[in-house]
Structure formats: C-alpha cells, structure tokens
C-alpha cells in the first residue's frame, strides 16, 4: 500500500484554508460593499465576480481536504483526493484564464500580480499535492504520520 503522509493532507487542508480566507474576503468586500478590494478591477463570469467562484471552489477544497486529513478508508481517500485534484483542474484553469486577461490588459493590483495570479498559484500547489498522491496510490491508500 502507498501511504501518504500527513503533511500531505495537511498542505491541502492549508493551502485550502487560505484560498477560502483569500477569495472569501474579495468576494465579501465585492459583494457586500459593491467595490473591489485591493484597489483591483473585478473580473466577472455570467454576472457574478470571479472571486465568488473562487470562495465556492475553495471551499470545496476545504471541505474535502478536512475530511481526508479526519477520514480513514482507503475508498473514502481515493474519492475525496480524486474531487480535489478534480477541483483543482477547473480552479487552474479558471483563474489561468482571468490572470491572463488581467495581466494582458494591464491591470494593476496593490498585491504586484492580480488576485487571480495568487489563487492560481494555490490551485496549481493543491493540483500538484493531490496528483502526486494519486498517482502514487494507484487507488490504495493508508494514511500515515
């Protein structure tokens, strides 16, 4: 059996952690005060701010990351390190697509790259983590520490 170590799920419960804090705090400035933070322009994607999608992906990510680190089966891990690196496909290629676009058109952020740039990156980190676990696994996996 493949055993994956814990502070492989711990990164993914992290990097989660943070993608949650991140875009949850453009979204709520986005939403609730009607302007974006970090004196950024707002991407926008069938009506709503792309940060939203962000919080709503992370979270996801959050969600599953919590319940791999907590949950022991290997069925269960399987699945759970399958729906993150799924995630984490359509979180790199979403935010891929807005940081170009940003990044093209010159927008400038007080962060020095756009906020899609950094959630790039967190998705691109959980891709990596999952993908290798994965891979590794070949669908049998312990946790260990």
């Known amino acids: 059996m493949i055993i994956i170590m814990k502070k492989h799920t ?10 949650v804090l991140f875009a949850g ?9 009607k302007e974006c ?31 791999l680190l907590f949950k022991k089966g ?4 399987v699945r759970l390190l399958k729906i993150i690196f799924i995630i984490a496909i359509i979180g790199s290629c ?7 676009v940003e990044i093209m058109g010159g ?3 007080a962060l020095i790259l756009p906020t899609c740039a950094y959630g790039l990156i967190a998705y691109v980190i959980i891709f990596g983590v999952s993908g290798h676990a ?3 696994s070949n669908g049998k996996i312990e946790t260990s520490v």
Do not use: E, H, R, W
């Open 10 to 19: 711990i990164t993914l419960f992290i990097i989660s952690l943070c993608g």
């Open 25 to 33: 705090y453009l979204a709520g400035v986005k939403v609730f005060n």
């Open 37 to 67: 933070a970090l004196d950024t322009s707002c991407s926008y994607f069938l009506g709503l701010p792309t940060c939203v999608y962000g919080f709503v992906m992370f979270t996801i990510l959050l969600i599953a990351s919590s319940v």
């Open 74 to 77: 290997a069925k269960c891990q």
């Open 94 to 100: 979403f935010s891929l697509y807005f940081a170009a």
């Open 107 to 109: 927008v400038t952020s």
């Open 134 to 136: 994965l891979f590794k």
